[in-house]
């Protein structure tokens, strides 16, 4: 059995080594070969075509390119200045590429009908990305998942006949349509064209009720399209769909979630780090790079979860740290992490296993602050940024005197720099281990740390590469037991800046062949030794960063030792192609550049802040966004300075204080209701899969309406004979609804059963009877599965009404707007669902509210039915900051209410005060008027027959004096009573 596995392999990678010799490209602007993408003809780095390398028992195929990570979307931050902010804040952290996916439904409302204008225009965002410097992987679908309402398809494909992501006539007709509307768009952004766009992946994660045809198909059109790039694909695992053979791609790849999504046990982690990828991809894919299109960088949280400040535990900084470092030990060199910036699920996008916010416990958070995964992954980009060699390397094996202790060793074929990456054989383990591994490179055999008494020491969950016989500046470095973070040259001599945990011992060894190199400068307790040629440093990582110069024939250099913490506040920004400089304590450096004599820095302050710069003596004017630093020399030939912090009062306007404006706002639930404009809800017969048990069909995607709330209202004549009504309900996880008879309310379900006793006493037995039915849905399932899941219906699947003949009753229904053909085409098809403030653009700026009644939020008032708030706040938020702000929701939680947030007509939150987590909703600055007036306007559903409202406040996430750079207003218009009838 074993036996025959092998051979299979076998057999697989000469198959695959064949087929790789037949491989073409289409563009000759983004290649690849089993070692790495090449952009423009370049490699980053050249592999020899034969190598053998001392102590490489295996030869591994890997390669360079892209440090990539997903912003996935523009569709989850609404305010287009503020993606500029989010490229610009990744490419500081050491990304060149991002990946985006496009969504579907964001585009289209209704069939034939596509829009890529204001907050839709996909090509300023692909523009913004090339102008911050990053490449883009363009992910357009027509599946994306992504947590999205129908994983991306549009409301309007629900109530399609035939199966999604399959091969017939009818969906075909239908993706077709959406890639010739937004193809055009990636077209003319690709790379050739001058653009960003270097690949562009086929469906998302097709992994299960594959048809090999529809990826054939997909990639046709596409070609047909004029994509030139290569094509991907991210299979769901390592399952090898599409990598060979019918509908395959040009370049496969998987995606992995080591860690899962259960963010309610933040700190349980699998034994080991994955261990096969660099196997699978020798037999499967071999000519191609080892590419790993969403690697796990956060986790998403569902209605009722722990909240993002556990995901963003579960993958913290040190997960970032162990496995990201795997899969560079797998040789992974297209890495991209889903999410690097996560956003908002605002509106009805989300499907129903999240909440509003999709902050994703990312590097980079919803209100696009960092985080302290953000600064781990910044040492990690830099490192790979700085020392090419480790993008072009072959696996070798390494022992450690430790068993805990799992060492890979990777060597670069051409320069023969070697890496060392330990971790814990038990990746969760919180045990320190110390040892020592055994090197062997081009300088000689090692066993390090050669200092007696001193040990390579690991962390529970830690990782580290250990970089020996590498060649930088003019420095020869036999090896390092501190990780790299950087190296610049500074004029005269070299700067090379390590760190690792504090406390942790480090050993340097150098070549210096004629032997009279001396440590001039050193502030803590360093030793040197000097032998055969090798100066060896040993020092303790201190809390902060230490000098230590070197004095040498060749090239002076200066060492700066960190301890972690200090590590994470150093960036070292490129003023010119591999050119950097050094600066150390700011919260965010973006960009640096030297014109003359003088280096101007650009970034973010979150406090008064120590600076230290290393840059070339011929500066002499730095500035910090504009303003002239004072200088400072040290005695090691840096500079320091300090940048004050924010010093603004920034007070917000206290809500509990403003004055509101109420209204009563479910009409609906009245038997004088009159809705003879609504929609008769009289279909006998569904395309669903999901059929229902009651006829008609009561599912607001049938008439139309697809997403939020729904309402439903069945008319019964001159019957007092209804004993007993029936309901089933399809709303969503986290959904709900309500029922009322006669104005009377029956009940408010979280659950889709519901059984209501009719007290006859409500009943009119000569006259009309209503029974309104309001669902409050949770979006569209996905269909990650691809077996039409995302089908499943939103109303009502069941109404009974024990007493009356089944065909007694008449339904009307009710969605948002205009259903499809929207209203509001600027915040589109997501902003409105059906509730009767949302169809009256009570959610409006400029609504005309002064006849409402004159109340104070919290509303300690008890209220039947559906309850409408309104009120104005204005902000000022000075020239130079980023305050960005949050409306927070504050109750007692055994309250059972629901909640529509609006800002400036955007709809922003869904609130959900009985199950939570999420209480604080972020809106997006641009939305969000920092100076000037907003509108916020609040429907709250309660689920009981009547309840009281909670306290509303805005909050500031942090203060930053920040160089984003101003933030035009969105489009926001107003109440226009021409639209609303
Ligand atoms: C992947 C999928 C993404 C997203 C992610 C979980 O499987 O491709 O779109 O859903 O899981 O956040």
Same mark, same amino acid.
């Given at each position: 059995m074993f036996q025959k596995g092998i051979l299979t392999v076998v057999v697989i990678f000469f198959i695959n080594v064949v087929l790789s010799l037949t491989a073409t490209n289409t563009t000759s602007k983004v290649t690849w070969d089993k070692y790495s993408l090449l952009i423009n003809g370049e490699r980053k780095f050249i592999f020899s075509g034969e190598f053998h390398v001392r102590s490489c028992l295996q030869r591994s195929l890997h390669k360079t390119a892209s440090f990539t990570l997903s912003f996935p979307q523009y569709f989850r931050l609404p305010s287009?200045?503020?993606?500029?902010?989010?490229?610009?804040?990744?490419?500081?952290?050491?990304?060149? !590429?991002v990946s985006l996916y496009?969504?579907?439904?964001?585009?289209? *409302?209704?069939?034939d009908d596509y829009d890529f204008e204001?907050?839709?225009?996909? @090509?300023?965002?692909?523009?913004?990305?090339? @102008?911050?410097?990053?490449y883009v992987i363009a992910r357009p679908g027509p599946y994306i998942n992504a947590e999205v309402d129908n994983g991306g398809f549009p409301g309007w494909l629900v109530n399609m006949k035939s199966k999604a992501r399959q091969n017939n006539e009818e969906y075909e007709a239908n993706w077709k349509e959406y890639f010739s509307a937004i193809n055009p768009y990636i077209e003319k952004q690709q790379i050739d064209q001058g653009g960003p766009i270097i690949l562009y992946q086929i469906e998302n994660e097709y992994t299960y009720n594959v048809d090999a045809n529809y990826m054939q198909a997909l990639e046709e059109k596409v070609r047909a399209d004029g994509i030139v790039v290569p094509t991907t694909f991210n299979d769901a695992a390592t399952l090898r769909n599409f990598a060979n053979g019918k509908g395959s791609v040009d370049v496969y790849g998987f995606d992995s979630y080591p860690v899962g999504f259960d963010c309610s046990n933040p700190d349980s982690w699998p034994l080991k780090t994955p261990k096969i990828f660099r196997l699978f991809h020798q037999v499967t894919n071999p000519s191609e790079p080892l590419a790993i299109y969403e690697f796990q960088g956060g986790a998403f949280d569902p209605w009722g979860g722990p909240g993002y400040g556990s995901c963003q535990q579960l993958v913290n900084e040190r997960f970032a740290k162990v496995f990201y470092k795997n899969n560079y030990a797998h040789g992974a060199t297209i890495h991209n992490l889903y999410m690097a910036y996560g956003g908002t699920t605002w509106g009805d996008m989300a499907e129903p296993t999240v909440y509003t916010s999709y902050d994703y416990g990312a590097s980079i958070s919803e209100p696009r602050m960092m985080t302290a995964k953000a600064y781990e992954v910044k040492l990690q980009a830099t490192f790979i940024n700085t020392v090419k060699p480790f993008t072009s390397t072959d696996h070798c094996t390494a022992f450690s005197t430790n068993l805990a202790i799992l060492v890979d060793s990777l060597q670069d074929p051409n320069t023969k720099t070697q890496f060392y990456i330990a971790q814990h054989l038990i990746a969760s383990s919180l045990s320190v281990s110390n040892f020592n591994?055994?090197? *062997? !490179? @081009?300088?000689?055999?090692y066993s390090i740390p050669a200092k007696k008494g001193t040990y390579l020491t690991l962390d529970g969950r830690d990782s580290k590469i250990i970089t020996a016989y590498y060649d930088f500046g003019s420095q020869h470095l036999v090896y390092? !037991? *501190? @990780?790299i973070f950087t190296h610049i040259v500074q004029d005269s001599r070299d700067v090379l800046l390590v760190y690792a945990y504090e406390g942790h011992a480090g050993e340097i060894a150098l070549k210096y062949p004629s032997g009279d190199a001396n440590l001039t400068c050193s502030s803590f307790d360093v030793t040197s030794d000097y032998n055969n040629n090798v100066l060896q440093v040993n020092y303790h990582h201190p809390d902060g960063t230490n000098p230590i110069c070197i004095s040498s024939p060749n090239k002076d250099l200066l060492v700066l030792v960190a301890g972690y913490e200090s590590a994470t506040k150093w960036w070292a920004p490129e003023i010119a192609p591999d050119e950097r400089v050094l600066i150390s304590g700011p919260y965010l450096v973006r960009n640096a550049s030297v014109i003359g004599s003088t280096l101007s820095l650009y970034g973010d302050i979150d406090q008064d802040t120590n600076i230290e710069i290393v840059a070339s003596e011929s500066i002499n004017t730095i500035t910090w966004n504009d303003q002239t630093l004072q200088l400072r020399n040290t005695s090691y030939g840096t500079w320091t300075s300090f940048i004050p912090g924010p010093s603004a009062d920034i007070t917000l306007t206290d809500l509990s204080k403003a004055s509101w404006q109420y209204i009563s706002a479910s009409p609906e639930t009245q038997l004088s209701f009159d809705d003879s404009d609504w929609m008769n809800a009289n279909h006998t017969s569904t395309n669903s899969p999901y059929k229902p048990t009651t006829y008609p069909v009561l599912y607001g995607d049938e008439y139309g309406y697809h997403y939020g709330s729904l309402w439903f209202r069945g008319t019964f004549d001159d019957s007092d004979s209804v004993t007993n009504i029936m309901i089933t309900a399809s709303t969503g996880t986290g959904g709900a609804w309500i029922a009322w008879l006669n104005g009377e309310y029956l009940g408010g379900e979280t659950t889709p059963t519901g059984t209501f006793a009719i007290d006859k006493t409500i009943l009119n037995a000569n006259g009309k009877n209503v029974l309104a039915l309001l669902a409050w849905t949770t979006g569209h399932e996905e269909d990650g599965a691809a077996d039409d899941t995302y089908?499943?219906?939103?109303?009502? !699947?069941d109404v009974s009404l024990i007493g009356l003949k089944p065909d007694g009753i008449e339904w009307k229904v009710q969605g948002n707007l205009n259903g499809e053909d929207i209203v509001d085409k600027i915040r589109g098809p997501y902003n409105e669902g059906g509730l009767y403030g949302e169809r009256m653009g009570w959610h409006l700026p400029g609504y005309p509210d002064s006849q409402w009644e004159k109340v104070s939020v919290p509303d300690d008032r008890n209220r039947t039915g559906l309850s409408w708030y309104r009120t104005t706040f204005n902000l000022d938020i000075p020239e130079n900051y980023d305050v960005p702000i949050g409306v927070r929701f504050e109750d007692n939680t055994s309250k059972r209410y629901r909640a529509v947030l609006f800002v400036n007509g955007w709809k922003l939150g869904k609130y959900a005060n009985d199950l939570g987590p999420q209480r604080l909703f972020y809106i997006p600055e641009g939305i969000l008027n920092h100076n000037g007036p907003n509108t916020l306007s609040i429907g709250v559903v309660p689920l009981d027959n009547s309840t009281s409202f909670g306290k509303v406040s805005l909050e500031a996430y942090g203060t930053l004096l920040s160089s984003k750079g101003v933030t035009t207003l969105v489009n926001s218009p107003g109440y226009d009573p021409a639209t609303r009838f």
């Open positions: 287009p200045d503020l993606w500029r902010d989010v490229f610009q804040k990744m490419k500081a952290l050491g990304f060149n !590429t496009f969504s579907w439904a964001y585009h289209s *409302s209704m069939q204001g907050i839709r225009d996909i @090509e300023q965002c692909l523009r913004m990305a090339q @102008e911050a410097g990053l591994i055994f090197i *062997s !490179t @081009e300088d000689g055999r390092s !037991t *501190s @990780e089908k499943q219906p939103r109303g009502f !699947t």
